[in-house]
C-alpha cells in the first residue's frame, strides 16, 4: 500500500486532508449561499464601504473597493481577496514545514535516510505529496462554490472559478515550496513555518497595498500574490505567464531546498 | 586475506565549540564483529553518523565497503544494515506496515526473512508502533537493519533495553550474521556484551581512539573487583601474593581485592576455607580506562 515516500506521506495527512476538504466545501457553498441576499443590499453596503479608509479597504484585499453586483466581484470580495490564499496557504505552510524538518525533529528521518535513496529524491517525494494534497483541497473548494453557485443562481462558469482556484493553488504550491527549502536548509519546523509566514504576509501587505500607496507600484511585481490576482482570472481566465512565474518560483524554492538539504549535517 | 570494510582516515568532526571527534584511524576487517566501546559522550555516534554519511567530516574521510561514506552514501546504503542509538519509528503503523514501507523503499527484502526475525526477536509486529515498550520498538529497529541481509551492519547501542533473552537472540543474530561472512560494527558503553560477541574493540574516548585491542586480550587483563565472605575470619597472608590480585583487604571474615585476568589462583586459595557468598563487580568502563590507558600505576 505505501510503497513511496509520497503514498506514505500523504496516508499521514489523510484526517487532515480529509476535514480540510470538508471544511472548504461548507464555506464553498456557504458563502454562494449569502450571494442572494447580499446581492439586494449592495447598493446601500457599497456606500457605507465607501466611508471606509481606503487602507484599511486595502488591508482585507479589496483595495479597489467591493463590487458585489457581478458574482466575480462578490467571490472576488468574499472569498479570493483573503480567505482562500489564507487557508491555501496555511495547508501548504504546514506540510512544507513538516516535510523533511518534521521528520527530523521526531528522529524518523534517519531511518529513511539509511535506505538507498538519495535526499534530493525524498524532498521531491514531500513536495509531491504537498502539491497531490492542496490539489485534493482545492477540488473540493471548487465543488463547493460549483454546487452553491448552482443554488442560488451565481452566474459564473465553472471553468473560471476553476481558473481563480488554480490560480490561489499555484500561489500555495510556491510558497509551500519556500516553506519545505527553509526546512531543507534549517531543520527547524518553527523556523520553517515561521520565516515563511512572514514572508507571505509581508507578500500580501506589498500586493494589497500597492493600489494606494502609489511608492509600492513599482514594487508589485515582486510579490507573488501579484501573479494570484492582478490578471484577474475569475474574470478574465488563468493568465498563462502569471501562473509561469507561480510554477517556476515553485521550481526554484524546491531546487533550493535540495541544494541546501543535500549538503547539511543531518540532526540527531 | 580479507580487505577492509570500514577504513577512515584522519576522520575529523567539530560541533561548534563541542567535541566531536578528532583524527580518528579505524579499520574494521570484512566478516569481523567490531566492537566500538567507550563512555556515553566520547564521540560514538557522531562517529557512526560519519559513517552513514549523515553528516560530513571537518577533514578526513571514511571508506565503506569501498565507498566514501560522503559521496556515494547512496549505494553504500545498498548493503549497510543501520540501527541509530536513539531510533524514532512512524508512531502511527504497526510493526509490519512501518517495516513494509521501509523494506519498499530499500527493495529487494524477503519477508519471510522479515517473518523469521520478528519470530526470533519476539517482535510484536501486528500493534501500533506507539503501544510498544522501549525494547519492543527496538526489535522493529533490529528487524529493519539485519532484514535485507546487508554486508555491513552497523548498530549504535543496540542492546538498550532488550530483555536478558532478547538480547542472547541478538548476539545469535550477529553470530550468525558473521557465520555467513558479513561484518558488524556496533558500538557500546558495556564491556561484558562487547567482550561476548565482538572479534576486535576499538576504544574511543573523548573524541579519540585510544587503542583497538583484540578481545582474547582484553579478556586477558580483564579486571573485576571481588569480594569474598568467609565463614570464619582469614589471614590475608593467605592472598597477598597469589598472581593477579590487587588491592587486597581483609576485615575479619570479608576479603576485598581486585584480580587482574584469571580468577583461577584466588578461587582456588579461597577453596580451602568456607565460603559463604562471593560478590563481583564488573568493572566500569572509567577503570578500565584508567587501569589500561590512562597511564595509571595499577596497569597491567
Known amino acids: ?268 | 586475506m580479507a580487505g577492509c570494510a570500514i577504513e577512515t582516515d584522519d576522520l575529523t568532526k567539530f560541533y561548534g565549540k563541542s567535541r566531536g571527534v578528532i583524527g580518528l584511524g579505524l579499520q574494521v576487517r570484512e566478516g569481523e564483529v567490531f566492537g566500538y566501546l567507550g563512555p556515553n559522550g566520547a564521540g560514538k555516534t557522531t562517529t557512526i553518523r560519519l559513517l552513514m554519511g549523515f553528516i560530513r567530516p571537518t577533514r578526513g574521510r571514511a571508506m565503506v565497503l569501498g565507498r566514501d561514506a560522503q559521496s556515494q552514501s547512496v549505494a553504500l546504503h545498498r548493503h549497510t544494515g543501520y540501527l541509530p542509538g536513539e531510533l524514532a519509528l512512524y508512531e502511527n503503523m504497526t510493526g509490519a506496515d512501518y517495516l513494509r514501507y521501509q523494506a519498499s523503499l530499500r527493495g529487494g527484502v524477503q519477508w519471510a526473512y522479515v517473518r523469521e526475525l520478528a519470530s526470533r526477536l519476539e517482535a510484536n509486529l501486528s500493534a501500533p508502533i506507539r503501544s510498544l515498550s522501549h525494547g519492543n520498538k527496538h526489535k522493529i529497529g533490529l528487524i529493519q537493519a539485519f532484514m535485507h541481509k546487508p554486508e555491513l551492519i552497523i548498530l549504535d547501542e543496540p542492546t538498550q533495553g532488550l530483555d536478558p533473552l532478547v538480547q542472547q537472540e541478538f548476539y545469535r543474530l550477529v553470530l550468525t550474521a558473521k557465520g555467513e561472512g558479513r561484518t558488524v560494527f556496533l558500538s557500546s558503553h558495556v564491556l561484558p556484551e562487547v567482550e561476548r560477541v565482538c572479534d576486535r574493540v576499538g576504544i574511543i574516548r573523548e573524541g579519540k581512539l585510544i587503542a583497538v585491542e583484540e578481545v582474547s586480550v582484553l579478556k586477558s587483563r580483564a579486571l573485576r573487583q571481588l569480594e569474598i565472605h568467609f565463614a570464619t575470619p582469614v589471614k590475608p597472608e593467605v592472598f597477598a601474593h597469589l598472581a593477579g590480585v590487587r588491592d587486597l583487604s581483609v576485615e575479619d571474615d570479608i576479603l576485598r581485592c581486585t584480580v587482574v585476568g584469571s580468577l583461577d589462583a584466588l578461587v582456588k586459595a579461597a577453596a580451602r576455607f568456607e565460603v559463604v557468598n562471593i560478590v563481583s563487580h564488573e568493572p566500569s568502563l572509567e577503570e578500565v580506562f584508567l587501569a589500561y590507558y590512562g597511564g595509571d600505576s595499577r596497569a597491567a
Open chain 1, 1 to 268: 500500500m505505501l510503497r513511496n515516500i509520497t503514498l506514505k506521506t500523504l496516508w499521514d495527512r489523510r484526517r487532515a486532508i480529509f476535514w480540510w476538504s470538508v471544511g472548504l466545501l461548507a464555506t464553498a457553498i456557504y458563502t454562494d449561499y449569502f450571494y442572494p441576499t447580499v446581492q439586494k443590499v449592495s447598493a446601500a453596503y457599497e456606500q457605507f464601504l465607501k466611508n471606509m479608509p481606503a487602507a484599511l479597504m486595502a488591508s482585507v484585499g479589496a483595495a479597489g473597493g467591493f463590487d458585489f453586483t457581478t458574482p466575480a466581484g462578490y467571490l472576488r470580495t468574499e472569498l479570493y481577496g483573503m480567505v482562500v490564499p489564507l487557508l491555501f496557504l496555511i495547508v501548504t505552510i504546514g506540510s512544507g514545514a513538516d516535510a523533511i524538518a518534521g521528520e527530523e525533529e521526531r528522529g524518523t528521518l534517519d531511518m529513511l535516510l539509511a535506505n538507498p535513496v538519495p535526499r534530493w529524491r525524498v524532498v521531491l517525494e514531500k513536495f509531491a505529496a504537498l502539491v497531490i494534497e492542496i490539489v485534493i483541497v482545492a477540488l473540493f473548494f471548487w465543488l463547493g462554490l460549483v454546487i452553491g453557485g448552482s443554488l442560488v443562481k451565481l452566474a459564473l462558469s465553472p471553468w473560471l472559478i476553476l481558473a481563480g482556484t488554480t490560480s490561489a493553488v499555484l500561489l500555495a504550491i510556491a510558497i509551500g515550496g519556500l516553506t519545505l527549502a527553509i526546512g531543507c536548509g534549517t531543520g527547524s519546523k518553527g523556523q520553517a513555518m515561521g520565516i515563511a509566514s512572514g514572508i507571505a504576509f509581508a507578500a500580501y501587505l506589498l500586493e494589497s497595498m500597492a493600489p494606494v500607496v502609489r511608492a509600492l507600484q513599482p514594487y508589485r511585481p515582486l510579490s507573488p500574490f501579484y501573479y494570484y490576482m492582478a490578471a484577474d482570472p475569475l474574470e478574465k481566465g488563468l493568465d498563462p505567464g502569471h501562473a509561469a512565474v507561480l510554477l517556476a518560483l515553485a521550481a526554484v524554492f524546491v531546487a533550493l531546498g535540495v541544494l541546501a538539504f543535500q549538503r547539511r549535517d543531518l540532526a540527531v
